[in-house]
């Protein structure tokens, strides 16, 4: 089992940035790829960037590429993700989640998913 909660959510002025962190419980935390995604009202949820079990392998969408930075400290159980030039469509519930081994950008191939937290960008 991995529990995952994230924080670092909230408010921001368009073009600002914001740091959202995933910590997970359990020791087998470093076997698993991890997945920022989110989800906008009345929108399917969809993927923002996966991170490999190493954090050698990553993935970023089109939309987020260049302006996001997915990473991880398997020692401390926590996966990031870095927000910088934020915009109004960035705006969305954003979750972490965990899946054994390959990462993947469907929701559904996931196993564990956090509370997610909400990302306001206001124009």
């Known amino acids: 089992q991995v529990q995952l909660v994230e924080s670092g959510g909230g408010l921001v002025q368009a073009g600002g940035s914001l740091s959202l962190s995933c910590a997970a419980s359990g020791r087998t935390f470093s076997s698993y790829a991890m997945g920022w995604f989110r989800q906008a009202p009345g929108k399917e949820r969809e993927c923002v960037a996966t991170?490999?079990?190493?954090?050698?392998?990553?993935y970023y969408a089109d939309s987020v590429k260049g302006r996001f930075t997915i990473s991880r400290d398997n020692a401390e159980n926590t996966v990031y993700l870095q927000m910088n030039s934020l915009k109004p469509e960035d705006t969305a519930v954003y979750y972490c989640?965990?899946?054994?081994?390959?990462?993947?950008?469907?929701?559904?191939?996931?196993?564990?998913w956090g509370q997610g937290t909400q990302v306001t960008v206001s124009s």
């Open positions: 991170i490999s079990w190493s954090g050698g392998r990553i």
């Open positions: 989640a965990a899946r054994k081994v390959i990462g993947t950008t469907i929701p559904r191939d996931y196993d564990y």
